[in-house]
Structures are given as C-alpha cells and as structure tokens.
C-alpha cells in the first residue's frame, strides 16, 4: 500500500532536505494521494515556474510505478530522478515585482454590489448551499455584456429548534434576481447600474441557475430562471420590459431545478431547451442529517428521490412542447447538476452532456433527429477510472489539447478529485484526470463552476475553478464561525495540451479569500480582448474578476450571427495562424455550473498580429470561409443563407 503523504516538504522527515530546491516559485505543493494509488498514475505531476513573464522552465515528472508499493521503502528512487532534473534546471526568481496577478477582484470599483441571501436560518434545508448562478449577456443590444445573478430568500421564519442566525444582508439590499446594465468603461473599468425594477424583472422563485436564449425570435435574448420552485421565464418585449412567460411557454416546472441550456437541436431556427432537476426535496420532506459530529449538517443527495430531467422543443409559434419522454432522456432519473451541450461524437448534431451528483454521468447522444441514448457507460464518461460515480457539479466541455474535438472538465467532492475526460475520437473518452495534473490538486476542495478560458492568449485554454464546502467544518465551528463553508479557487494554467499547472494563491492574489464559490461565467467585460469572470458565492458578494494578463497579446473575437441577428450556439471556428497551428474553436453560452457565459468567442493568437484565415462550420453542416480577418476586434460572422 502507498502510505499517505501530507505533501512533499514533509520528505525532510527522510535526510531528503538537502536535495531538493524549495522556492515556492518552482516546488509547488504536492496533495494527499489516495491509499489504493499507484504511484505510475498519482505521480505524473508537472512542476513549471507559475505567474512569472518570460520563465516557461519546467520539468515532468513521470515516475512509472506498476504495483503498489510502500513509499517510504521507494521514495528515494521515485523522487531523485525528479529532485536531478530541478536542480538542473534552477529555481529562478521572477523578476523585479513579483508575480503577475492573472486575475483582480475589482468588485467594488464597478458598481456590481450584489450578496445572495441563501435563508440559512438554521434548519439546514438541503436548497440553501446549492446555489446561486450568474449570465453574462448583452440584454439592451448596445454592444457590451450586461450581467444577471441569481436570488435565494429565506425560506422559513428563523429556527427555534437551532437558533442559527441567518447571514445577515446589506442594509436595504433589494430582494429577488438582480439584472445590471454595463454602461462602459470608465477608469479602465466597466460601471454597472442595477436596472432590475426599470426593465419588470420581478423574480420570485428561490433561484438556481439561469440560461440565456432568444425564444421568440425577436432579435433580443429571453432569462430563464431556474430554482426550488416554480421555473420562470422573462421574455423581452418590444418596450423593453421583460415578463414572465413560463406557464404560457409550458416550462414552468415547480420542482427543483439547477442548470440549463438552449440549443437548436432539431436545426429548425429555433433553440430548444435541456433543464437539469435534482431531487425530490421539500420543506415538508426535510429531514436532519449528521456529519461526522451529533451536530445537524446538510443532507446530501441519496437523502432524496432523484429526479428525470426535462427537454423542451420549441415550436416555433410561442411555446414550448414536453419532449423528454419521446427524446428517450425521460426513462432514466438522475440528481442533475450540471449540463453542457455540443456535438462531442462528430457525427453533425449535437448531444448533452449531463453531470449528476454521485451517480453515473450523463451523455445523451442524438440517435436520429431528437430521439437520445445514454451512451457514457459505453463511451467511457459515467464513471471515473475506477469505475465508480463521483459527486459531480459542474461541467464544462472545451477543446482544451487542440485535436479538433472537445473535452469534457467535471467539478467534485472533496476526497474526489476534479475529472477530465478527454475525446478520443467520435465520442470516446478516456480519464485522463491524473496525468494531466488536475486531479490531486483539486483533491481537498468542493468544486463547482468552471471556466475553460485562455487567460493569458496563447492559443491554449486555461481552467478556473471556483470551490466551497457543502458541509459545515467542525473544526471551524468550534471557533465560532457561523457558516463555515468557505474555499480558496484554483486556477490552471494549460501547458500546450500536455499537462496544467496550478497556481498558487501568491501567483493570485484574488484566489487567497476563501468563498463558498458556485457559479462561475466568462465574458469580456471591458471589451480589452481578454475574458474576465463572474463569480457566484452563497451567502456571500458576487466577484468580478478582471484578467490582466491577456490584454496585450494578440486576439481576435467573432460574433456568430444568422440573418435574423440571433447569437448561432454549436458554431465550429478554425483559424489557420501563418507559420503557427491550427486552432479550433465552438460558440456556446451554457455550461459551467448554473450559468450562461458571454455568447462571443475570443481566440487568443499566440502573438501573432497579421490577418488570420477563418473557416465556419455552421451546425448543419453548411461551411463558410473569412479570408484575412484583421486582430484586436471583434468580427460579426454573418450567416450566408443563399
């Protein structure tokens, strides 16, 4: 058996100090490793100097183990190959000032003062630590992206049985689902102004995730509201003021609901609509559960009935039409969480993918037009490498080692670890969480919302994590805090598609504060050319986290439009960089955990500032070529309907 390892400073505790060069620039923290691993799959971790300008040294570390093995009896032979290579590489220091900070919370400076109720009154009502989700999207057509986030409320008069006091909110703090209109750059950032009462938005449900879609066809996008609770839609008018349609459009599902997602499935012009439910929870069915104390903690998904998740077609004429047992996705249920949507098989339409908390994960591929089989036993996605189902969360699917098909990124537990599945080919998977350096260091947090985004433009996306507990931390309840959920996030970088690095919170600052991270989306907020993020916590601020790394390297955005100026999901983008590779890219808004991302893609050009080649592969197939496409703006990619 592996003996369980603290981290790799504790290897002093073997006369190996002298050997190794310990600057935290070049040493990164190692994580606990599991007592069934094998030391060929747990220590495949690279070491790369993190956050510093011009210093790409880094060494892989790939000692092959085929057994089990004792690891005091074997650390030597496994770690002096590696500790050779570090000092002869070096552990240089980054230059004068440190650390580049790829990410700054500036919150504060942009007027997005939001804090989410999540009623926590002390009855530890399983809905209270599931949420809030946030969207990023352009809501009045003027250019740059607006931002709505996701509202809970108290659920019950405080609790008599366990007097917990609820989280307190800011004094005046307006109640329900906030929408803020992004009035442009002022001082390098963007200001934003709470708009909520002016545009009707009037929320009532205690909100989950939100998704973002044009459902009537009107050239402005429509906010569905999922929750405990009855789902809302707020579909625009032509006066601007948004109502609420869900039972006209028949999607006002009063049970619990998480994440969701619009695409046009049936390729009739209008998108369709996938929504995740969890469990058959209640205020009525609530019952106490136990941590690892007599103490009452939240329950957690096995406590409840799951739910079968809905699929919506949308008919074109005002409505949508229950489809979920036709399509075949109604005959199974499943604790939903997650949910992203693209065409992972390569077979020209496109399927879901669904992540479900501690039971087998979802891949619904489409067998014939809007008729879906779960085909992620067989594919190799339900299950991580061991074969057993994991607590997922989030989901996000990216092309991330650019071999033309997309990925799939799932969040997890605590003990787990983080899953990346990578394609194959046609759909196939292959568990690659490990090797690639995001397993272990994901290990002891809770994550939730992901981001698979270039930060830095070089041609290759990057990952953000954001994480927080789902059980109260008994040691910190002992020293009297309240709520004792918080985290620190992660960030990723991505090292040409072989492995990732995780930075430290030196390397970002704005990772140091632990959250109860949730939500998580991606948009370029400053219209700069690099994307910046939207962070949800519960009970907590929302963050608005502002790249500031990728701006000045070379990019190019484009905007898939059709002839109606309606945002086109599914869109395959290949750039063809001179002198460099290929780059392939898709446009979608969902995905993460209870969020809609920015609907325009950016493309990092790793440095290249000359006009780019760009080829469109539109989701039925129709393909379109953009000759010398010029760097450093957005492009309108206009469909070609002759």
Not at 144 to 154: C, K, P, S, T
Not at 197 to 208: A, F, H, L, P, Q
Not at 359 to 380: K, P, V
Request: charged fraction near 25%; hydrophobic fraction near 35%.
């Amino acid at each position: 058996m592996v003996e369980r390892m603290p981290s790799f400073q504790s290897v002093s505790d073997w006369s190996f100090d002298d050997m190794f060069c310990w600057p935290r620039s070049c040493i990164l923290s190692g994580e606990i490793l599991p007592s069934d691993a094998t030391l060929g799959h747990e220590m495949a971790t690279p070491f790369r100097t993190a956050g510093y300008a011009g210093n790409e040294q880094m060494a892989l570390i790939c000692s092959i183990f085929t057994e089990k093995i004792d690891f005091r009896r074997s650390l030597s032979s496994a770690l002096i190959i590696p500790v050779l290579l570090l000092n002869i590489l070096g552990c240089e220091p980054g230059p004068t000032g440190g650390p580049i900070p790829w990410l700054v919370d500036r919150s504060k400076e942009t007027g997005l003062e939001f804090t989410h109720n999540n009623g926590m009154s002390g009855e530890r009502y399983f809905c209270e630590i599931v949420g809030p989700g946030v969207a990023i999207f352009d809501y009045d057509g003027d250019g740059d992206m607006d931002v709505a986030l996701n509202q809970g409320h108290l659920l019950k008069k405080e609790s008599t049985q366990n007097p917990i006091p609820s989280l307190p909110m800011p004094e005046g703090h307006p109640k329900g689902l906030r929408l803020f209109r992004n009035e442009g750059v002022k001082n390098k950032v963007p200001v934003f102004t709470d708009v909520t009462n002016e545009t009707g938005i009037d929320s009532k449900v205690y909100g989950m995730g939100l998704a973002v879609s044009d459902v009537n066809n009107d050239g402005t996008p429509d906010l569905l509201v999922t929750g405990f609770g009855e789902d809302e839609l707020w579909v625009s008018t032509p006066s601007g003021i948004y109502e609420n349609l869900a039972s006209e459009w028949g999607v006002a599902d009063p049970r619990w609901t998480t994440s969701a997602i619009f695409a046009d499935v049936d390729r009739d012009g209008d998108e369709d609509l996938y929504v995740c439910a969890y469990v058959d929870f209640s205020l009525s069915n609530h019952k106490p559960c136990y941590g690892s104390t007599s103490l009452v903690d939240y329950c957690g998904p096995n406590s409840y009935p799951s739910l079968t998740d809905r699929f919506y077609v949308n008919d074109g004429h005002g409505g949508f039409v229950d489809w979920t047992v036709n399509s075949g996705i109604g005959s199974v249920a499943g604790a939903g969480l997650g949910v992203a949507c693209s065409d992972l098989d390569n077979d020209g339409d496109l399927d879901f993918y669904v992540a479900n908390d501690g039971e087998a994960n979802r891949l619904w591929s489409q067998s014939e037009s809007l008729r879906f089989t779960d085909s992620a036993l067989l594919n190799g996605c339900a299950l991580n490498r061991n074969g057993k189902p994991e607590a997922s969360m989030g989901a996000e699917i990216a092309d991330f080692d650019g071999d033309g098909d997309e990925d799939v990124f799932l969040t997890h537990l605590d003990g787990e670890t983080n899953t990346l599945y990578r394609n194959e080919g046609e759909g196939f998977f292959d568990d690659i969480s490990t090797e690639s350096g995001l397993g272990i260091p994901s290990r002891k947090w809770t994550g939730f919302g992901a981001a698979w985004v270039d930060f830095d433009n070089d041609g290759w996306l990057d990952l953000y994590v954001t994480n927080g507990a789902v059980k109260m931390a008994v040691d910190r309840l002992a020293k009297g805090e309240v709520h004792p959920l918080g985290q620190p996030d992660q960030l990723y970088r991505n090292l040409q598609g072989e492995s990732f690095i995780v930075f430290s919170e030196v390397d970002v600052p704005a990772l140091a504060k632990e959250t109860v991270g949730r939500g998580a989306a991606w948009g370029d907020l400053d219209d700069d050319g690099d994307l910046d993020l939207v962070v949800t916590g519960n009970g907590e601020s929302a963050r608005l986290l502002f790249n500031t790394i990728g701006q000045d390297s070379s990019w190019i955005g484009l905007s898939p439009l059709d002839s109606k100026n309606r945002f086109v999901a599914g869109v395959k983008f290949e750039i063809n960089i001179p002198e460099s590779k290929k780059m392939v890219r898709y446009s979608r808004r969902g995905g993460s955990y209870l969020s809609s991302h920015d609907p325009r893609v950016v493309i990092g050009l790793a440095g290249n500032n000359k006009p780019v080649d760009l080829m469109v592969t539109w989701p039925d197939g129709a393909v379109q070529n953009f000759p010398t496409l010029s760097p450093g703006i957005y492009h309108e990619i206009r469909r070609n309907e002759d």
